[in-house]
């Protein structure tokens, strides 16, 4: 580990401990040359499994493109973003959990909009609004009268 301020890579460990999460590692560290201190932390490198998209193609597994879906269906609605990103983060330990080198894009739609019902009835027939592709208000009528029955059992 190179020190940032002098380029040495001449340093001791004064402190580990656990972050928050549980799954990084930091530690303070003191640089034997120059005396002065940084931080690094240590994490489980993710191996993510591939996307398969609708029409066949493949493509790396990209919180981003979840996150900004997510934020667009719950916006101005009154939910955090921790809940999001509490919600993200199960929704990659469930991937990661499968052991799969390949998964469909419908499954994970379908994790979120699973999840989204939990949170929020509204930012769900947003998100499937724009995940199931409604082409006019029959849809979205059809998908509240689905929503409804399953509030009512």
Known sequence: MNCP???SNSNKVIDSRTAKDGDTVRRRRECLDCC???TTYEY?????????KKDGR???FNREKILSGITKACEKRNISINIIEKFINEIEKELIGTHEKEISSKLIGEKVMAKL???DDV??????SVYREFKDISDFVDELKNLLAKDKK
């Open 5 to 7: 301020f002098c380029k």
């Open 36 to 38: 002065r201190r940084f």
């Open 44 to 52: 489980i490198e993710k191996t993510f499994p591939m996307i398969i």
């Open 58 to 60: 493949r493509e790396l």
């Open 117 to 119: 019902h939990e949170i």
């Open 123 to 128: 930012a769900y027939v947003r998100f499937a």
